[in-house]
């Protein structure tokens, strides 16, 4: 039934306006009630609701999409340790951070954006022990608010969506 299904839908793709093919090795028909599947960078998985106990639909980044990104952030750090902080932050770091906040706001992705901005400040810190000398993690002399506070590093955890569908895209001033 499945191959049915595909070969359906391969007409449509094949067309002149869309000029997309379906890979048979990437293309598979999948129940998401059963099992969840990778599209884009987002993982689709139907699981119950912890307020309402119904099934809803999630999509958050899949694991392949945050291992890139603390893969490209570790690069960054680790070619950025002679620049001055404040520069270095806002001429690489931050266009890493928000254009990938940007590509997964739209997801249930607020967990996944806490676990990228603490992977940041904590290759940060890491780099300034390491450039200064200096023993221990260095939670003290550069906790996580300095980078944000005094250093500007962008706030990944302001873009997740919140709240009810009405208000979320206002900004209270």
């Not at 676990?115 to 390491?130: D, E, F, P």
Request: proline share 5%; hydrophobic share 35%.
């Amino acid at each position: 039934m499945a191959p049915l299904r595909r070969t359906s839908v391969a007409p449509y793709c094949r067309s002149v306006t869309l000029g997309l093919t379906l890979n048979a090795q990437k293309t598979r028909i999948v129940d998401a009630t059963q099992e969840s599947f990778d599209f884009l960078g987002h993982r689709f998985a139907v699981q119950t609701s912890k307020r309402t106990g119904k099934l809803n639909t999630y999509y958050y980044p899949t694991p392949k999409a945050m291992k890139a990104i603390k893969k490209k952030i570790r690069e960054t750090v680790r070619q950025g340790q002679h620049w001055d902080l404040p520069v270095f932050i806002k001429e690489k770091v931050n266009p890493i951070l928000r254009g990938w906040g940007n590509y997964f706001k739209a997801a249930n992705s607020r967990k996944h954006f806490l676990s990228i901005a603490n992977y940041a400040t904590w290759t940060l810190t890491i780099m300034l022990r390491k450039k200064h000398k200096k023993r221990g993690k260095g939670w003290r002399d550069h906790p996580p608010s300095w980078f944000y506070d005094y250093q500007g590093l962008f706030k990944l955890y302001s873009l997740s969506v919140t709240g009810e569908a009405g208000s979320r895209y206002l900004r209270s001033s």
